[in-house]
């Protein structure tokens, strides 16, 4: 079998924009290659890739899919991600597994900040490339427009084929390497040769003597054969092609029509002939977890086993499924291997190839192919597998920050840990989710990357794990402090027919520099307050910390002193000084000039340069504080102090101002004194919770 060889195994992840037609595509290739008999999805929305409700739902992909053609003696495994904004970070891992990143792209003048992302990650990963200009079929389809948005893009694109027609005319491609043109009929993923039509006959030419001429300048050996002859044979320029995608030179561009199926056949002639395969990819870096020195490990059978796990299936029914990367070696079912990640042993179950939402039960796994193992113990997304003899280490896949938070809730009392139980199982399928408890607002928070990644993920909580909960805006954490000095007594006096309560507690309060938090000072003399009974007044205040005087917030940075007190020999007891000192703190920080803090986030946000002035006018209008600003790259990178109520939902309004092209990194700061025009608003609101609570 082909999957046998390195040399035979290519891996296409397609990548792009959401709706620009990446499902339609790879639903192409399979009919083209002979894995399905249809195209596109069934009457219910069902198709090979798009196999959760979520996305029959809503049209598109939320979530990768797995499938795979034979094609011309080589295995191709297909990867299709979602290009939503909420969704992209999984191509980003997807893309570990590749040997060639397909950046599927519109005809009609659509590119988005999601293709330059996209395209980023795989020349940051080292990932060949390729473009496919899709729908060529449609209304106002250009191919020179697709040309023309690619050019903006950090890579040379060139046309290695050319459309023949377009929109409802749209009919086959000319193949600037063979010189012929490839009619296909619609529906049937089938192609033809036929000659060139005479009238882009010219075209057709010009272009391939471009295509040569690119070829030949990303090669000094060729450059310096092409001046001399003035051609290439054309061994030489398919492997001057090849050469050049894995050195990320060129960016060949290919042209179709996933919808209707022409175009596939010849995108996976080129991928069989020009595009690199896993033998050919150069050794994968890692480092050993003892010595912590750098390993390389070559894309051969006969290196020691290392892969790395790039996605997590969950099932609550069949459990899990863990898609690895093998990147050397070979493994085979029922092998135990090492988790250098979590630095234990995993036994592995079957092997698979994923076809859609089926499997293929395989023997075993070499290097260069991508399959699913079943049930490992304790393997997640992003961990290293090796021999355990032969250790390597991985880097862990990218992190990707929540733009989006919310706090949550079980939509039934007694259901909270299965709720919990449920989020950490999906936790595992998308480490994009980040789930936390905020200890001052005991409320759990969940956050994702987007509006539409938090909806549906609470929709896969009910379906895969039967419970419901309710969304909400989270708590901003404030806390309280005080600007000045006071003291106040804090007594209690009861008496009854026995033993009566009594206890006074004098007690100074001040404020200490900003994060040192609280200090208790002891300053009694002459046994006013039995030494026995200082303990419960340090008790008494601690437990009237969380609650502050303005509106109840934790009160932090400040210094108690008891300097003073009374006591009775019959009925003073701890309890009594507990509560005297609890009173005679708030009486105190009532008179010290008490204020609201609020919390401060340190916040990166990586914008291209046309952008810039519209997220520096935003950040300084939700009251932030810009630090500077920091070339990176092609962008610029804005850091910013902003306040942490003004950017709990900052994700969705920065993609609105970028076209989706920015992306920001957000972590706590400091704390500073909310506004005073701020503070009427923030009471109300704790008092409307607290009443509602």
Not at 323 to 343: E, H, K, M, P, W
Not at 344 to 369: P, R, S, Y
Not at 613 to 628: E, F, L, M, S
């Amino acid at each position: 079998m082909a999957a046998d060889d390195p040399a035979r195994i290519r891996s296409l992840v397609l990548v792009g924009h959401g709706g620009v037609g990446k499902t339609s595509l790879a639903e192409s290739l399979l009919l083209a290659g002979g894995a399905t008999k249809t195209l596109g999805r069934t009457v219910d929305g069902t198709s090979s890739f798009d196999t959760e409700p979520e996305e029959q739902k809503r049209g598109h992909s939320l979530f990768s899919g797995f499938h795979h053609v034979e094609w011309k003696q080589s295995h191709v495994n297909l990867i299709d991600t979602p290009g939503a904004a909420s969704f992209i970070h999984d191509a980003s891992n997807c893309m570990r597994a590749a040997t060639t990143a397909v950046l599927v792209v519109s005809p009609h003048g659509e590119a988005k900040g999601e293709d330059g992302k996209v395209l980023a990650w795989a020349i940051e990963l080292a990932v060949p490339r390729i473009a496919f200009v899709t729908r060529m079929d449609r209304e106002r389809a250009s191919f020179a427009q697709a040309l023309e948005d690619l050019a903006g893009l950090e890579q040379k694109p060139v046309p290695v084929q050319l459309p023949i027609g377009a929109e409802s005319g749209f009919k086959g491609v000319v193949d600037l390497l063979s010189n012929k043109a490839l009619l296909g009929t619609a529906g049937s993923g089938a192609m033809r040769e036929a000659e060139i039509p005479a009238e882009i006959a010219d075209e057709a030419r010009a272009a391939r003597e471009h295509l040569v001429e690119a070829v030949a300048e990303s090669d000094d050996g060729l450059l310096e054969h092409y001046l001399e002859g003035g051609e290439l044979t054309q061994d030489e320029l398919l492997g001057g092609l090849r050469a050049a995608i894995l050195k990320g030179t060129l960016l060949p561009v290919l042209c179709g029509a996933g919808g209707n199926g022409i175009g596939a056949a010849a995108l996976l002639d080129f991928v069989a002939e020009v595009c690199p395969a896993a033998a050919d990819l150069p050794p994968v870096v890692g480092d050993d977890p003892k010595t912590q020195s750098e390993v390389r490990r070559a894309p051969s059978p006969s290196e020691p086993f290392s892969a790395q796990i790039v996605r997590t299936l969950i099932d609550p029914f069949a459990g899990k499924l863990s898609v690895l990367r093998v990147f050397s070696g070979q493994i085979a079912a029922d092998s135990t291997v090492y988790n250098a990640t979590r630095q234990v042993k995993e036994k592995l179950g079957h092997l698979f190839h994923l076809e859609g939402k089926k499997q293929t039960q395989i023997a075993k796994a070499v290097a260069g192919d991508v399959v699913a193992v079943a049930k490992l113990k304790d393997g997640a997304t992003g961990d290293t597998l090796c021999d355990e003899k032969v250790q390597t280490y991985f880097p862990r896949l990218r992190d990707f920050e929540s733009s989006i938070h919310f706090a949550l809730e079980a939509k039934n009392k007694g259901e909270e840990d299965k709720v919990m139980a449920g989020l950490h199982r999906l936790q595992e399928e998308d480490p994009a989710l980040h789930l936390d408890r905020d200890e001052q607002t005991k409320e759990i928070i969940l956050g994702g990357t987007g509006q539409l990644h938090v909806e549906a993920t609470i929709e896969r909580l009910k379906r895969k794990f039967g419970v419901e909960v309710v969304l909400k805006a989270p708590k901003v954490p404030y806390k309280e402090t005080i600007r000045g000095k006071a003291q106040a007594e804090g007594k209690v006096k009861k008496q009854t027919g026995g033993h009566g309560q009594f206890a006074v507690a004098w007690l100074e309060v001040e404020p200490t520099p900003r994060g040192t938090g609280f200090e208790f000072v002891d300053r009694i003399v002459g046994g006013v307050v039995p030494r026995n009974f200082i303990p419960a007044v340090e008790k008494g205040v601690r437990e009237a910390l969380p609650h502050g005087t303005i509106a109840g917030f934790p009160v932090v940075d400040v210094r108690v002193t008891l300097f003073d007190g009374k006591h009775h020999d019959v009925d003073s007891s701890e309890m009594a000084f507990k509560t005297a000192a609890a009173l005679g703190f708030r009486a105190a920080c009532e008179q010290a000039k008490p204020v609201l803090l609020e919390p401060i986030m340190s916040l990166d946000v990586q914008v291209p340069d046309d952008a810039m002035g519209d997220v520096i006018g935003d950040v300084n209008a939700r009251r932030g504080k810009v630090q500077g600003v920091e070339p990176r790259g092609s962008s610029q990178v804005i850091k910013a102090r902003v306040p942490m109520s003004e950017v709990l939902k900052y994700g969705p309004d920065l993609n609105a101002m970028t076209a989706g092209r920015g992306s920001f990194h957000m972590e706590f700061s400091h704390y500073e004194e909310l506004p005073a025009h701020l503070v009427d608003k923030v009471v109300k609101e704790a008092k409307r919770q607290a009443e509602g609570s």
